[in-house]
């Protein structure tokens, strides 16, 4: 289990000192609203992520961990959540086109306390 020693705990997460992580890739389909769970969904929390919307036309909009801030996505650009821990992603594709989610997730241990919150 990754964080079952003490001396990682001690250290802030980031790419270079997650053990374990794995890639996990999703198309969001054009004119939908998709909200991905990482901890249900993957039974994980993503580490960094990469979304690219795949429209030529339309602008997109993420929002993590349920902050309420959508942020705006350029149409055929992409956008990078670094270092960060990310349990919960909404993706606003275009109407034009998808939208690509990769994310790095790093696996839940079996000590962690689940977390429960409505959507």
Do not use: H, W
């Not at 992520?49 to 795949?54: A, E, P, S, V």
């Not at 929002?63 to 956008?79: K, R, V, W």
């Not at 993706?91 to 306390?113: C, D, H, K, M, N």
């Amino acid at each position: 289990m990754p964080f079952s020693n003490q001396s990682i705990n001690n250290f802030q997460l980031n790419s270079g000192n997650i053990p374990l992580a794995y890639p996990v890739r999703l198309l969001c389909p054009a004119n939908t609203t998709t909200r991905i769970s990482f901890p249900d969904q993957f039974l994980g929390r993503a580490t960094s992520i990469k979304i690219t919307n795949n429209s030529g036309a339309n602008a997109a909009s993420y929002d993590y961990n349920l902050n309420g801030q959508p942020q705006n996505l350029a149409a055929s650009n992409f956008s990078t959540v670094d270092n960060t821990v990310v349990n919960y992603l909404t993706i606003i594709a275009g109407a034009a086109g998808s939208t690509l989610v990769e994310a790095q997730v790093l696996p839940a241990s079996r000590t962690e306390i689940p977390i429960e919150v409505q959507v």
